[in-house]
């Protein structure tokens, strides 16, 4: 495995009749990842201002092998099938971090 951090950003969005259920879950989702997970280095997660249902997630994982342990954590298979009816458009895009830093 690739000692290489995995950078993604995920472009969703939601119905918007079931917004707020869906944000609280991604909300729980988000922060059991951090808190549990020692790959997950960040997670975060926006709306575009004009168009609430339209949600940006930025995820930095340690490495290929991070990536791939937590699409098995239980508290992302559980934020995927509760949520699954409310994503009406999910786009994957892989991305090379160019300059990333944030405050302790």
């Known amino acids: 495995?690739?000692?290489?951090?995995?950078v993604r950003m995920?472009?969703?969005?939601i119905d918007p009749d079931r917004l707020d259920a869906y944000r609280a879950l991604?909300?729980?989702e988000i922060?059991?990842?951090?808190?549990?997970?020692?790959?997950v280095l960040s997670?975060?997660?926006v709306s575009i201002r004009d168009a609430p249902n339209r949600i940006r997630i930025l995820e930095v994982?340690?490495?290929?092998?991070?990536?791939?342990a937590h699409l098995?954590?239980?508290h992302f298979l559980k934020y995927k099938s509760e949520?699954?009816?409310?994503?009406?458009?999910?786009?994957?895009?892989?991305?090379?971090p160019i300059s990333m830093r944030a405050k302790p």
């Open 10 to 13: 995920a472009e969703l969005e």
């Open 83 to 96: 949520t699954a009816g409310m994503v009406t458009s999910l786009t994957l895009i892989e991305v090379d």
């Open 43 to 45: 997670l975060s997660a």
């Open 26 to 28: 991604l909300t729980e």
């Open 1 to 6: 495995m690739s000692r290489k951090p995995v």
């Open 61 to 68: 994982y340690a490495d290929k092998g991070a990536y791939e």
């Open 72 to 74: 098995r954590t239980p």
């Open 31 to 39: 922060e059991a990842s951090v808190r549990l997970e020692v790959g």
